[in-house]
């Protein structure tokens, strides 16, 4: 597997992240800066349980998404009472807190030093098929009552309401759903690097996955994976000159803020265009 193999990896692995934060941030109206947790969750659960227990790996990576989405179910009953910014603060402290239990949990995650010897199993044709499924998932989940109830509760939670959605109910299986699809690219993250530290998903990486969404448009999940592939690249792809790849990754996040404030592709969809014409 060459350079460009591993960038396609990086590719689909970010894709599949950011396509959960973009169901909680662009379709259900839930900002959120804490999904790199989810991210870490899925990668030491992939990595302890084909290191430590022998585990098939695509048992492990599942385990890794189950174990996100059942942390964020839990996370989400009492934090999604909270609105707007406060939600986001909240989801701040929770990647605060997921990175210091696994800095610290020496016995389990071997703390700081990080956990090495993972198994290679994320292969290109394993992260296009992963990418490839997830992807058709959330096409058809956006577009049934489920999603219709998503965008319901985006557009006017208090009018969600009144028309008889449990508004609660679809915004924490939002987060639950995201935090699979997060659980997953962790897992999918563990066997590509073959080795993992807490640092790797810290409020960073969180940030990113972000101003993905922002980028390519809230409410376009097309529009979503276009600004992952251009940040991912850009991110890569300047990479031998790392003392400005920050300055040029965050100019071309100002510039398409300040000329495109709704994103590259606003609510629209690529597939939707076509149709159109």
Sequence with gaps: MGYIGGIIILLCINSIAVMGVSLLTGFTGIFSLGHAAYMA???YTAGILTVEHGVHWFLAILA???????????????????????YAIASIG?????????????SVTRGARGYPGI???????VAVAFFLVMAIVMVHLINSRYGRAFKACRDDYLAASLLGYNTARYRVLSLAVSGFYCGVAGALLAGFMSFIQPVMF??????????MVVF????????TLLA???????????????????????????????LRPEGIMGSKELWNLRRKR
């Design 216 to 223: 390519g448009g809230l409410g376009s999940l097309s529009g």
């Design 202 to 211: 810290d409020m960073m990486k969180s940030t990113e996955l972000t101003s």
């Design 119 to 125: 198994e290679g199993f994320t292969t290109l044709p």
């Design 41 to 43: 969750l899925g990668a």
């Design 228 to 258: 992952s592939v251009i940040i991912t690249l850009v991110t890569e792809l300047f990479r031998p000159i790392s003392q400005y790849r920050m300055l040029i990754y965050g100019g071309v996040l100002v510039a398409i803020m300040v």
């Design 94 to 106: 929770l990647v605060e807190s997921i990175r210091l239990i696994l800095e610290n949990w020496q």
């Design 64 to 86: 890794g998404g189950l174990l996100a989405m059942v942390v964020a179910y839990l996370i989400g009953i009492p934090t999604l009472k909270l609105m707007g910014d406060y």
